[in-house]
């Protein structure tokens, strides 16, 4: 955005969804039961994006009557794509990167998102996921002893030692949700969106993991080598934290209430075609830990029947962008629809790089993806002008 | 519906509106406090019907992969189209009849209901909108005095005499809104829809008002042959109830705290251009009473921002049919959008007669309306088949 504002002549506007940030409406108490978190909803974002232009329109001087293009990455790519969809008249089109609006119900296969993690380590490196695939095997044999729970958490460094099962389950939470976390920064160049990160940093990773051959002692201590490149690039770490897998508050708690009404994406694994330990998608669970957490349960299947699932042909002007390497592609739009519903695929690109800002080592694929993005949006533009010097 | 769902070979299904009839979400406190109506909103009905369509095509035998499409007259018109605008992935079209999406803010002029109103009295008989224009100044002079009150109370058979000033404004709001009713449901034949009436009922009112320079208390006896049209066509009646000018329930609770909220709709007089006694549009007025009632102020640009005012080109497969009769003809659209955005008028229709059923004495131009709609629907049928077989 920053980098194409001036030639398309733009105000850059970035709108603080609700419930996130400083955008709490009931102040301290926004979180604190249903009642109170009851307006977090997709359709309240919307409704607030709406408001904010028309409000936005009527007050900035030059700005009435202007051409508006959506964009957003990630949910906020799926907000930008359904704001377009909902609000056509407020839009002359959105930019959706990485967006994974079909990542529900069973609109895709559950399996999916993990499959392209497992796929990015594995062409990272030679045998790089079944050391991982190993792994989990390893971590059961370790740990059914107490020395050797003690062994594990002086060999991953971690800062509260293991204690008990329950510990070693959410060990292996955390570890699975590293190399997810992994797979979507998987950026060509030095980074730092999760975590400060080297280039193409499942690389790094997975030079630690060449040989899957090796005693389940010598595999962790890979593991934790592999752990550390993500967790402690700058060095300055003296322990692994296992209640973080992201530095910056990307607001995990509004999410968690979202994913437990609205956002209800399945997922599972089957240790065949991903690198995990088999977990079968389980609503009945979800929806219990979902009650035990917020007193709701999830509506899994109105996200479809809001907007469209997979029936969303009579829609214009939105762009889907993804990165192969990206695991939210699974659920994403990667081929086009129509004429003015189009992919953009990224072979070279992980979560949302094409918003990301221009640099030096940018893979040809993200300048061309870029690229067309914006004749897209130098087309919706001249569509929006042509068609109001019909009106007149 | 009934006379074309066999051609179709359509399933009618009548959706009620939540607040409305039977479906009242906190039983009897639904209507208690502000609190208990919060979900009262075009958008949550909407959602309803999203819900409703889901549920029956996965559960009536052959009703899956079906095409729909929603009908609707007045508010239903409106959220017929609304329907298909917000949730076309449910829909292959919308027929919105009398539906006045326009009769919001300033998207028409806050006078051209009345004026309508007051063009079907002028032209139903000679001197009969005159005769009511004059009708306000002598029912101000007869009220001035005591006895005058008394006369009038009398000479109108009012079951509650008027005893002061405000008596006679309620009076007059009273008369008013009779004659607006008999702009909406003047049918060309005998009808019950607000009240049982006669055939083309404002023409059999006006052969009671065509002198409008007579006294004022002959004058008022002229009203009230003309009000008995209206309230007393069965013969039946003993007096006139000023608390009610429909006698079936159309929910006007519902409706009342909705225009208090979302469904704003600016009305005006100037006593010139219509037959009434001027009143400009008073939106603070408005909200304050509003208040009063409801606890809860308008907000009188949601609608526009939700369902985008006039601009609604992107928007496909809805029909909007309007009647010249029908006073909410102002505020609908009477001229085409677009090839699939398109209008229907009637010029002998009043409020939704092309959605009643089949008669004798329909007028030429409901009938072509009528066709018209059908051709329109087989068409969505034909394109929403053809567009199945090309994805498989």
């Given amino acids: 955005m920053w980098d194409m504002a001036e030639e398309l002549k733009a105000m850059l506007v970035f709108a603080e969804h609700r419930y996130y940030g400083e955008s709490l409406p009931f102040g301290a108490n926004s979180f604190k039961d249903s009642t109170h978190l009851n307006f977090l909803t997709s359709e309240q974002a919307l409704a607030d994006f709406a408001k ?33 969809m909902k609000y056509p008249h407020m839009l002359v089109g959105a930019l959706a990167s990485s967006a994974p609006i079909w990542q529900f119900e069973d609109l895709v296969p559950c399996g999916v998102f993990m499959e392209i993690v497992t796929a990015d380590f594995r062409k990272s490196g030679p045998n790089c996921s079944e050391s991982i695939r190993r792994s989990w095997d390893a971590i059961r044999r370790l740990t059914s002893t107490g020395p050797g729970l003690h062994w594990l958490s002086e060999a991953l460094r971690l800062c509260s030692p293991l204690t008990n099962s329950q510990d070693v389950e959410h060990l292996k939470d955390w570890i699975t949700e590293t190399w997810v ?103 009945k669970e979800f929806s219990d830990d979902c009650f035990k957490q917020w007193g709701v349960r999830p509506r899994p299947s109105w996200i479809t029947t809001m907007y469209g699932g997979k029936n969303i042909s009579s829609h214009t002007n939105i762009i889907f962008s993804n990165g192969d390497l990206d695991p939210w592609s699974g659920g994403g739009v990667t081929e086009n629809v129509t004429d003015t519903l189009v992919a953009i695929t990224i072979p070279e690109g992980a979560h949302h790089l094409d918003l990301r800002a221009n640099n030096a080592f940018d893979p040809t694929s993200v300048l061309l993806a870029r690229s067309l993005e914006v004749r897209y949006m130098k087309q919706w533009i001249k569509n929006f002008y042509a068609s109001l010097r019909k009106k007149h």
Same sequence: chains 1, 2.
């Fill in 181 to 283: 976390n992994l797979a979507m920064v998987d950026y060509p160049y030095e980074s730092n969106f999760l975590q400060p990160l080297p280039a193409w940093p499942i690389k790094v990773v997975c030079q630690y993991l060449k040989n899957p051959n090796v005693s389940d002692p010598q595999l962790l201590e890979n593991i934790f080598q592999a752990l550390n490149v993500y967790y402690n690039y700058s060095g300055q770490v003296k322990c692994l934290n296992m209640s973080e897998t992201a530095t910056r508050s990307l607001g995990s708690l509004g999410w968690s209430y979202q994913a437990c009404t609205e956002m209800v994406m399945p997922f599972c694994t089957n240790g065949i075609d991903d690198m995990f330990e088999p977990h079968s998608w389980n609503l």
């Fill in 52 to 84: 904010l232009i028309k409000h936005l329109k009527r007050t900035v001087p030059g700005a009435k009557n202007q051409p508006v293009i959506a964009l957003g990455g990630s949910y906020g790519g799926m907000l930008a794509a359904w704001f377009r």
